[in-house]
C-alpha cells in the first residue's frame, strides 16, 4: 500500500527543497509558494484512486480464480 504514495512523498520532498531555497534566497513570487504547495495534493488523491482500483482489480482476479476452480470440478 506504501508503493502508491512514494510520488507524493517524492514531490512534497522537491516542493520543500524549492521552497527552501526560494524563502532563504528571497526570491519567492506570487505564483510560487502555493504552486509548491498544492503539488502534492495531485499525486496525493491520485495513490488514492489507484490504491481503489488495485483492490478491485485484486477483488476481480479472485472471483475470477474460484469461477475458475468452480467450474474444473463439474
Known amino acids: 500500500m506504501m508503493k502508491y504514495y512514494v510520488p507524493a512523498a517524492f ?7 524549492v521552497l527552501t531555497v526560494q524563502i532563504s534566497m528571497d526570491q519567492s513570487t506570487a505564483w510560487g509558494p ?11 488523491f491520485l495513490g488514492g484512486i489507484f490504491h481503489f482500483m488495485q483492490s478491485q482489480i485484486d477483488a476481480l ?3 475470477i480464480s474460484e469461477l475458475k476452480s468452480s467450474a474444473q470440478e463439474k
Do not use: D, Q, S, T
Open 34 to 44: 502555493a504552486f509548491f504547495c498544492f503539488l502534492p495534493m495531485c499525486f496525493y
Open 11 to 17: 514531490c512534497g520532498f522537491l516542493c520543500f527543497i
Open 61 to 63: 482476479k479472485k472471483e
